[in-house]
């Protein structure tokens, strides 16, 4: 089953962009369905955005509609999260994860808790 790392946080004032990328390895992600979730401190694991490998459908929560966007690029077998106008309350660790078998009605939080795989994660810290 495909493995994921992630990479690209950092610290960033408010207002400032960060671009956070997620790796697949061991084998593609066709057929998968990836998503960015982040942990606050003390918090629960809150869902982001996700995106269909096939086809490339998208769903985001509320909280980041706007502000940040899902993508991926094929010939690197990445998925990338860009975040534009980061607010303190963005800090966070985040992570990707990857789930086999999702239908669109499913490409949503619901997807954390069964995931095939998720990274380390990556902390981004925005300063105020």
């Known amino acids: 089953q495909v493995q994921v790392v992630e990479s690209g946080g950092g610290l960033v004032q408010a207002g400032g962009s960060l671009r956070l990328s997620c790796a697949a390895s061991?084998?593609?992600?066709?057929?998968?369905?990836v998503t960015w979730f982040r942990q606050a401190s003390g918090q629960e694991r809150e869902f982001l955005a996700a995106?269909?490998?096939?086809?490339?459908?998208?769903a985001y929560a509320d909280s980041v509609k706007g502000r940040f966007t899902i993508s991926r690029d094929s010939a690197k077998n990445t998925v990338y999260l860009q975040m534009n106008n980061l607010k303190p309350s963005d800090t966070a660790v985040y992570y990707c994860g990857a789930k086999t078998g999702v239908i669109l009605s499913e490409l949503g939080p619901r997807m954390l808790d069964r995931l095939d795989a998720w990274g380390q994660g990556t902390l981004v810290t925005v300063s105020s």
């Open positions: 061991a084998r593609t992600f066709r057929n998968y369905a």
């Open positions: 995106i269909r490998w096939n086809g490339g459908a998208t």
